[in-house]
């Protein structure tokens, strides 16, 4: 497997005044086509923060972080827009669907930024929406809304997808379906998917599993056999 | 980004009321440009044209009289192209009723003449033929046939009216006497010119003389040397076109038009703007995860932007063309009134340019409100994608003592006006803004009404004013129209036409000399303050003073055609900024003592006993031979009609600016109330009763409306201002100040209005969906 995403000696410090947190101390990291990272911690450890860098939503004050051997240009805007609009997927804890889109539209929202999309109608029944295609996120479950903001995610054809606690605010039975449909796209495509999450034993469905702590990653365990997510129980 | 557009636009449609609102204010400022500019476009076009059909010269001068061949002479002035002119005398009517006593400014019509043209509604006038303006034709119904007995120096004339009869320079024809226009008292007749030289006595003389300049030559260029040439024929007058008493009364009237018709879209677009900016500001605020969203996608400031720019255009777009249906009537209403005031024989039309220009500027305001108000997207990061944004602290103040007890509810009310102090600067502005605009537009008819009732009951309490044709010591006309029955008070004054010059300028006025003592014809400035000539001074207008640049203790040079043949020295006493009208005024004793004539009036002013002034007026014609007569009541009717279009214009903009009010404080307060569904959801969850909440909102909007018109008193007084300036003219001073009624009342409707705000937001309150609140993840 080849190297996609690939951070060295990353650092991020958040300024609020006099204040600085100092989220990231130096991280090295290397992601592999196709795999299934998830990262685990406690708050306020920095596991969020690398997801934010690595999917170009914040810049670095230092390191080098490169897809696909190319150096990723943090000084320059239009470098990044255009990054995260061809290579990123995001899926967020709050779905952030928009509210004034029907679950089709949100989904084809997306289709209008790639110049590969994925159909929308076919990634909506997918993920088990067909019959509502055309309801406003506003009358739709928490599951409904993220399940719809995966398929909004996949249908950029995404090179990595970047997960930001997906299942946070779902139930078990939910967060198992949405979990399932992540894991369905990793293993059918073939494309990388970084997770952050507080819950440990969706560990087990990752290839690898990046352990941060104090801004930097403590250790990384590799998982040899990850499971299906339907047969976790929590 | 069609998919993000959409949601914009679907956004919009969520928030319809404050995009309506938005929308009717922008529909508002483009109703009074589109309607205002339109009926000045017509008007103006209207004008030109009366003017260029008439072939109106470009100088006029106003001479006791002047042999015909020593006017063509003048052509030979360099840069003079032709002269021609006109006999013209003023005549009185003696057929009407015995009680009236009407004039006439009558003009000799030659067939040959091929400018300064009169129009006349049918063939050229044989000997006994008259035709007459078509106030007094209109006043007196006139028809065809009818007999018309002229009269003067006691000798009887009798015409036929043969039809109406208007011209450019008589569109607003004033008598000597008067302050406006009046066609039951005074208009213009044109009768046969050899009938009139055989009236007058003056055979092959003009009392008008009217210039035709050569290609490049202006006013100043000649101005001297006709001087020079008429000076010896009694120059009474000489004023280039602009200056023309009647041309310049009309593009007056058009000026003040125009000048409303874009200070006050000003005012209306600004608040849009202010409008549509929090309106989306707000919006953006509220979505800006979603925008980390879409910028976490990969779309660009760019895309995003573009979306609420062409939603503001949009905006734009439509109250533009709200008030394109609408502006052409306001504007057709305002032409009638200019075009049938003034005879133009125009037509209304719609301009285009006008139209277009009202959308590009209506496009251009929503486009810069928007990204005034979006511009923030450019600061918003992707990664706020991830979080939702931390609620904002506004700003904490300590709370007054009195509250510090009061319960919870009021106390969220207080913090939520200082924690929102960007809502609170907004719906306080409406408040504020519309209180402004209405208290200033609605002090007008105040200020209007006491600047006349104070000149006419109090400082210039005579009731008919008399034109001589016979002088006659001032102090003899007086005791002789104290002899007739039913009068108070009597006063002889002297009106000349003159020339006032201060080195290279000069000016042409009616001149007044009254005595020391003036009783009935005082002479105050618009702070009330009363001034009396002295000997050896002369009291100036200052709007004279300004244009000759003369300040007080200032020597003039006064020129009396009338009076002598030489030049006076005055010094200027001081200088007087009357309400209405304003001239030049001597003491009598300057008459032997500067001019070397004896002391000579020939305006009589009469104060008659209550409900005796027709007793008076019909005695008048036996007792004294006069040219006109004005009553002074009748005067001031006519000058309320003159005001009219001014009301009615104010009048409309307090309607305006009331309504305008009305919705930026309804939006705004509902704006803020959907921010605080969850706050204040929570709190009903918590088991606050609706009625609490209720009168939390009440002392909410209370606080701002108290601001509202804290702000909005001053404000008015800056509306006040540019009121005042727009209606100044010449021969109007009247300074604009709010009136306690208005602002009263006033005070009282926007206390209804934020209330009703107030109650809107209570029913908004009241279908909050506690379960829905539950949902909520912030």
Known sequence: MSVMVKGENIHKIYRTGDVEVHALRGVNFEIYDGEFIVILGPSGSGKSTLLNVVGGLETAEDGVLTFRGETVDWGKKSFMTEYRRKHIGFVFQFYNLLPGLTALENVELAGELSSDPLDPKKLIEDVGLADRAKNYPSSMSGGQQQRVAIARALCKNPDVLLCDEPTGALDSKTSVQVLKLLWDFNRNYKKPIIMVTHNADIARIANRVFYFKDGVIDHIAENQNPENPEEINW | MKSFWKNVLRLAIRNKGSMIGAILIISLGMLVFGGMLNGVVCTRTAKDSYIDRANVSDIFASVVGIPRSAAVSLTDIKGIRSVSGKLVQNIRMASIDSDDLTSLQVIGFDENESSDLVFLSGEPPRENDIYIGPRMQKEFNFQIGDVIDLTRDGVDMKFFFAGVCDSPLYMDVISESAYAQDGSVYDIAVIDKTRLEKICEKTDAYTTVTFMLENGYEFGDVKQEIEAALAPYGLKDLRERKEQDSIKSVNESIKVMLQAGVAFPVMFLAIAVFMLYSILRKMVARDQTLIGTMKAFGMTDGELISAYLVQGAAIGFLGAYLASWISPYFGEYLFNDSNSYYNFGGVYYTDITINALSFIIAMVTGVVASYLSVKMILQINPAQAMRPPAPTGGINLRLPSFLEKAGSLAKIGFKNVTRNPINGVLVATAVAFSFALVVSMGSFPGVLNKSLDMKYRVFEPFDINVTLTRFDDPDEIARSAMSIDGVIEAEGIGSFYGQILKGQKSDYKMMKFVNEEVAIRKIVDKDDVYHRPVAGGVLLNAATAKKLDVKKGDTIQILIPELSDRKVDFYVSDIVTEVIGGTAYFLFDSMPECFGVPKTANTLLIRTEKGRTNDVK???????????????????????????????????????????????????????????????????????????????????????????????????????????????????????????????????????VVLLSGFMQFLTVEKIKLTDILKERC
């Open chain 2, 618 to 752: 019909a005695k008048l014609k036996e007792a004294f031979n006069s040219s006109m007569v004005t009553i002074a009541s009748r005067d001031e009717y006519c000058f309320r009609l003159d005001m009219k279009s001014t009301s009615l214009v104010t009048t409309m903009l307090m309607g305006f600016g009331l309504i305008a009010g009305a919705i930026i404080t309804y939006c705004i307060s509902m704006i803020n109330i959907r921010e605080r569904i969850t706050e204040l959801g929570t709190l009903l969850i918590l088991g606050e009763d609706h009625d609490s909440i209720g009168k939390m909102i009440i002392v909410e909007q209370m606080i701002y409306f108290l601001f509202g018109a804290v702000i909005g008193f001053p404000m008015s007084l800056g509306f006040c201002r540019v009121l005042t300036n727009l209606l100044t003219r010449d021969d109007l001073a009247m300074t604009i100040i709010p009136g306690w009624g208005v602002c009263g009342k006033m005070f009282l409707v926007e206390l209804a």
